[in-house]
């Protein structure tokens, strides 16, 4: 069995790239404009990689349990960017059916090897089809997720191969992109007649037109003023109280510019240990924006449709209060016991997949994809 120790350590390092330059000035772009009143200041809380099950026991019943927006009654909502590898199913459908929102973060991840990140810079347009659609049909097939839903994407490792990668997204139907990263601050923007994504951070950017949306990073800054796209990559302090003044001084710059601030880091970051004084921070800044009047987390979709169709806060706070239901899917998850128990490729180690299907696949699809082997990359 793999330890969980090595998966933490092996989902801690999936995207987080550090940009280690100065900060730069920035302002806002791509704001919406409304008739009459101020825009609200959103917050966007997202978690990339597996949901398996040490993360659900260890963080999210904890936090999504537990905190509520006081003055639209909501409970607090965040997006998943999901990969397949190590995911149980049977919670994204339970998420899914909390309100949270599920979203795309590739089928293999690049898969488990070493070198993972530099197969994901080397992949084709076919690759990058597969990847988007494997993903979708594992969501579809395994968490019950309703077969028409338009998916939002974030890249593994935030690589995109710019043109490649977006025309395959764009050929998936993908509602918006959450991978481009920026200095300064952004609100989602359509990437038809965009001059904003060549001088995305993270190269190669895309440059042609498209019919999604972009719903950028806009760069955290960290305790040595160095700059990171997710959060958790940023330096904190070694205390809780530094941290926290970390988080918030980030928060006032998206606060002064009344844009929307994204929270996206991994679940794995906010695993207790060496690292606990992060955790509690993370804790006490979710509490506090959540006690500010004119704060609100919305997932990303929400955050999108926001920006096509703005609203004063005023308008906004009223439909929020009426909004806030769950999602049902149309099947609720019966969860296949025992999970179905599949060889690793050496042979010896067993893997497991936890799903809401009737009946486990014949084989490990990234075992057909042959991701360890150098067809990988080729498609
Ligand atoms: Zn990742």
New binding site residues.
Partial sequence: MISTMFLVAV?LA??QISLAVDTEPSCPTNSPTIRSGKLPQFVVLTF??AVNNELWEAIYTDIFDDLTDPFTRCDLKATF?I?HNNTNYAKVNQLFHDGHEIAL??YS?GGDRQDSESLVRKFRMGRWALEIQQNINALIEHALLPKETYFGW?S???FTTGDESFTALNASNILYDSSLSFYEKSWPYPLINDKKSSSCLIKPCPSQDYLLMEAPLSVWTGIDNEVCAMMDACKYGSTREEAYEVMMANFRRFHEENVPMPISL?GGALINGNNGHFREAFIDFLRTLLGMRDVHFVTMRQLVEFSRNPKNTFQFMREARRACVTFRPKESCQPKRPACEFKNTDGENSVYLHTCAKRCPSQRLEIAFDYFGKSCCEA
């Fill in positions: 989902l999936f995207g990339d990689d960017f990969s973060h590739s991840h974030r593994p490792f935030l991994h």
